[in-house]
């Protein structure tokens, strides 16, 4: 006979509605953890702010990027019909003064990057793709796509225990608590 | 986020009105200056020296414009309301149709722009017309008496060698400029009118019911299309008739651009300020502030793609006809008030109002809206004031008598630039007191709207 021990990801806790949740969400926040997410059929309106998120960093990626693609448009444009080979075209002049010719390319870029950015960096953040979730393994979480809304605690939180979060999700007002453990 | 929810309890039941001595002083010093400088533009544009009056009409017609397109701006503000059922702006929409509600008024300052002696400075091709007038051209005959042009008009240009204005005299005739100019003024004007009507009378309706809002609502849908005409055409007639060998497809547009762009700028700044002053605090919170700096921010973007693209396609193309609106101002000193243009009203609006956390602050955001409105004058004076000297070259040709003195001599005239600041001052000063007329006449927000506590709630 053996046992295999297994990984324990954390607690799951259903609540009955989007404002059940949303008020446990609230002091889910409140008691201080950082580790955690809720889980719902539908998106929330202030969710985000009843889980005391703060705002994601990811603008600043796509400023970059969008900044990034605004200089190769202009450098592309610039050095390859200015400098390498100057093109006369229209008669406009071959000089720096060309520039609203190079609008539409430099444009372009900013939305491409700016776009990539975007997905490639949400995608590095939410660190997707990933094959398995260990929520999975919970028997009643596919209903969060239908028609249960749920909190889960993770036990790496620095806050967590078995007791007390348990405890914590009961009193307001969690059912079907279950402690998730990872699939071999 | 854990804001005070707000509820019926927290709306006076008779709303909130705008008391304050500092707004009623206000409103008679604007009204009082309004009379004092518009009797002295009376004088000067018509009974001063042409040598003064020929740049005064074009001081007048920028000044009028630049007002103008804020209060047309105004009205759109509503109308967009209203036709997209939003319920985020109930608590801003009173500011939206007061500043829709100056519109009518602007007749007053757009009737110089009616009188013969004014447009003798400002549209070439009704010189023409008056020419060809006394050549046998009649303005009211055949179809239409005249609104899509007269033979006997057509023969007399011909006569004259004028193959452009004949081929243009389906719209460029006196008859329908008329017709168009009385339509802007009467048209979007009742219908403002009505809809701050409608909107007034829920405030003191005793079955606040959704029998306003959806009258409302109703009736803006065809306005949008009266809007449209009005902005378009208004601008093709006034500013694009200065010039009527030159025609761009993305004039209406363009104006439309910057309209919508500052008069949202405007409701920015009155909101703050009635804020500041302690109204309308329990329903305008800084998460309106962020929707309208996102309307802010989006029409910077629509202002800077529509003035390139119509930059672009002519500068790229080359056509003569075309180039000549640029020629004037992308050379001299007029070309860095241009390329200004470009960083001022585009580039550096769009890197600020990136920012978030500034578009919900409201002093900081209203810094910004005064910025855009400087910037906007800035435009409108590159598209009026460079026309003053061209064109008045060619009206000496067209022996207007006093012209001859100063056209044809400079690309600038010496001096007309204190009537440029005195026109936008008398204009200003009758469209801050229309406007504050407006805001003092009713409550700043419609405390009975079915919507108002959702709007009042709002999060995005």
Request: hydrophobic share 50%; glycine share 8%; aromatic share 16%.
């Given at each position: 006979?053996?046992?295999?021990?297994?990984?324990?990801?954390?607690?799951?806790?259903?609540?009955?509605?989007?404002?059940?949740?949303?008020?446990?969400?609230?002091?889910?926040?409140?008691?201080?953890?950082?580790?955690?997410?809720?889980?719902?059929?539908?998106?929330?309106?202030?969710?985000?702010?009843?889980?005391?998120?703060?705002?994601?960093?990811?603008?600043?990626?796509?400023?970059?990027?969008?900044?990034?693609?605004?200089?190769?448009?202009?450098?592309?444009?610039?050095?390859?019909?200015?400098?390498?080979?100057?093109?006369?075209?229209?008669?406009?002049?071959?000089?720096?003064?060309?520039?609203?010719?190079?609008?539409?390319?430099?444009?372009?870029?900013?939305?491409?990057?700016?776009?990539?950015?975007?997905?490639?960096?949400?995608?590095?953040?939410?660190?997707?793709?990933?094959?398995?979730?260990?929520?999975?393994?919970?028997?009643?979480?596919?209903?969060?796509?239908?028609?249960?809304?749920?909190?889960?605690?993770?036990?790496?939180?620095?806050?967590?225990?078995?007791?007390?979060?348990?405890?914590?999700?009961?009193?307001?007002?969690?059912?079907?608590?279950?402690?998730?453990?990872?699939?071999? | 986020?854990?804001?005070?929810?707000?509820?019926?309890?927290?709306?006076?039941?008779?709303?909130?009105?705008?008391?304050?001595?500092?707004?009623?002083?206000?409103?008679?010093?604007?009204?009082?200056l309004a009379v004092l400088l518009?009797?002295?533009?009376?004088?000067?544009?018509?009974?001063?020296?042409?040598?003064?009056?020929?740049?005064?009409?074009?001081?007048?017609?920028?000044?009028?414009?630049?007002?103008?397109?804020?209060?047309?701006?105004?009205?759109?503000?509503?109308?967009?309301?209203?036709?997209?059922?939003?319920?985020?702006?109930?608590?801003?929409?009173?500011?939206?149709?007061?500043?829709?509600?100056?519109?009518?008024?602007?007749?007053?300052?757009?009737?110089?722009?009616?009188?013969?002696?004014?447009?003798?400075?400002?549209?070439?091709?009704?010189?023409?017309?008056?020419?060809?007038?006394?050549?046998?051209?009649?303005?009211?005959?055949?179809?239409?008496?005249?609104?899509?042009?007269?033979?006997?008009?057509?023969?007399?240009?011909?006569?004259?060698?004028?193959?452009?204005?004949?081929?243009?005299?389906?719209?460029?005739?006196?008859?329908?400029?008329?017709?168009?100019?009385?339509?802007?003024?009467?048209?979007?004007?009742?219908?403002?009118?009505?809809?701050?009507?409608?909107?007034?009378?829920?405030?003191?309706?005793p079955n606040p019911s959704t029998?306003?809002?959806?009258?409302?609502?109703?009736?803006?849908?065809?306005?949008?299309?009266?809007?449209?005409?009005?902005?378009?055409?208004?601008?093709?007639?006034?500013?694009?008739?200065?010039?009527?060998?030159?025609?761009?497809?993305?004039?209406?547009?363009?104006?439309?651009?910057?309209?919508?762009?500052?008069?949202?700028?405007?409701?920015?700044?009155?909101?703050?300020?009635?804020?500041?002053?302690?109204?309308?605090?329990?329903?305008?919170?800084?998460?309106?502030?962020?929707?309208?700096?996102?309307?802010?921010?989006?029409?910077?973007?629509?202002?800077?793609?529509?003035?390139?693209?119509?930059?672009?396609?002519?500068?790229?193309?080359?056509?003569?006809?075309?180039?000549?609106?640029?020629?004037?101002?992308?050379?001299?000193?007029?070309?860095?008030?241009?390329?200004?243009?470009?960083?001022?009203?585009?580039?550096?609006?769009?890197?600020?109002?990136?920012?978030?956390?500034?578009?919900?602050?409201?002093?900081?955001?209203?810094?910004?809206?005064?910025?855009?409105?400087?910037?906007?004058?800035?435009?409108?004076?590159?598209?009026?004031?460079?026309?003053?000297?061209?064109?008045?070259?060619?009206?000496?040709?067209?022996?207007?008598?006093?012209?001859?003195?100063?056209?044809?001599?400079?690309?600038?005239?010496?001096?007309?630039?204190?009537?440029?600041?005195?026109?936008?001052?008398?204009?200003?000063?009758?469209?801050?007191?229309?406007y504050l007329r407006a805001l003092?006449?009713?409550?700043?927000?419609?405390?009975?709207?079915?919507?108002?506590?959702?709007?009042?709630?709002?999060?995005?």
């Open positions: 006979m053996s046992t295999t021990r297994k990984r324990v990801y954390g607690y799951l806790a259903e609540f009955s509605s989007a404002s059940a949740l949303f008020k446990a969400a609230e002091k889910v926040r409140d008691a201080g953890f950082s580790k955690w997410d809720c889980h719902s059929p539908y998106p929330v309106h202030g969710l985000d702010g009843a889980m005391g998120m703060k705002r994601s960093i990811l603008p600043w990626f796509v400023f970059c990027g969008g900044t990034l693609g605004l200089i190769t448009g202009f450098s592309l444009a610039y050095f390859t019909q200015v400098e390498i080979y100057p093109t006369v075209v229209q008669s406009k002049p071959a000089n720096f003064f060309t520039i609203p010719a190079f609008f539409p390319i430099m444009f372009e870029l900013t939305i491409l990057f700016s776009g990539f950015t975007t997905l490639f960096g949400l995608l590095g953040l939410m660190k997707l793709p990933r094959l398995n979730h260990p929520l999975f393994a919970s028997r009643q979480f596919h209903r969060a796509t239908d028609d249960a809304f749920f909190i889960a605690i993770e036990a790496r939180d620095p806050k967590f225990s078995p007791e007390g979060t348990r405890r914590l999700l009961e009193d307001i007002g969690g059912k079907s608590i279950e402690l998730v453990e990872e699939e071999d | 986020m854990a804001h005070h929810f707000v509820t019926s309890a927290d709306i006076p039941a008779d709303g909130e009105r705008l008391v304050n001595s500092k707004v009623e002083t206000a409103k008679r010093a604007a009204g009082g518009g009797l002295l533009s009376f004088y000067l544009l018509f009974m001063a020296p042409a040598k003064i009056s020929a740049p005064f009409a074009y001081s007048w017609l920028f000044a009028f414009f630049f007002f103008f397109t804020l209060a047309v701006g105004g009205c759109f503000w509503t109308l967009l309301h209203n036709v997209s059922n939003s319920g985020w702006g109930t608590s801003v929409r009173r500011v939206m149709e007061n500043l829709g509600s100056v519109f009518p008024w602007m007749t007053l300052f757009a009737l110089p722009l009616a009188c013969p002696n004014v447009q003798q400075w400002l549209y070439e091709w009704m010189n023409v017309h008056r020419e060809a007038m006394k050549n046998g051209g009649d303005i009211f005959d055949g179809f239409l008496a005249g609104f899509y042009g007269t033979e006997s008009m057509k023969k007399a240009l011909e006569a004259d060698h004028q193959a452009l204005l004949v081929n243009k005299q389906w719209y460029m005739n006196q008859v329908a400029w008329y017709a168009r100019f009385a339509f802007y003024f009467i048209g979007l004007g009742l219908v403002i009118r009505a809809l701050r009507k409608f909107s007034v009378a829920q405030d003191s309706d029998k306003n809002l959806f009258k409302a609502r109703f009736h803006s849908t065809y306005t949008l299309v009266i809007f449209a005409i009005t902005i378009t055409f208004a601008g093709i007639d006034l500013l694009q008739g200065m010039k009527f060998d030159w025609f761009s497809t993305m004039w209406g547009v363009y104006l439309f651009a910057g309209s919508a762009l500052n008069s949202m700028a405007v409701i920015i700044i009155t909101c703050t300020l009635l804020i500041h002053g302690g109204y309308m605090k329990k329903v305008v919170g800084p998460e309106h502030f962020h929707i309208m700096g996102k309307l802010l921010f989006a029409f910077t973007v629509f202002w800077g793609y529509i003035t390139f693209s119509q930059f672009f396609l002519i500068w790229y193309a080359n056509v003569a006809e075309e180039t000549s609106w640029y020629l004037i101002r992308n050379t001299g000193g007029w070309n860095i008030a241009s390329i200004a243009l470009v960083i001022g009203h585009f580039a550096i609006p769009f890197v600020i109002l990136l920012q978030a956390w500034l578009k919900k602050n409201p002093k900081l955001l209203s810094v910004m809206a005064g910025y855009t409105l400087v910037m906007h004058v800035l435009d409108h004076y590159i598209i009026v004031i460079p026309e003053r000297s061209v064109s008045l070259y060619a009206m000496a040709m067209s022996k207007v008598p006093g012209a001859e003195s100063f056209a044809g001599v400079t690309t600038a005239v010496p001096g007309a630039f204190w009537g440029d600041i005195l026109a936008f001052a008398a204009i200003g000063s009758g469209f801050l007191f229309f003092t006449q009713t409550a700043v927000y419609p405390h009975r709207d079915p919507r108002i506590l959702e709007s009042a709630n709002v999060s995005n």
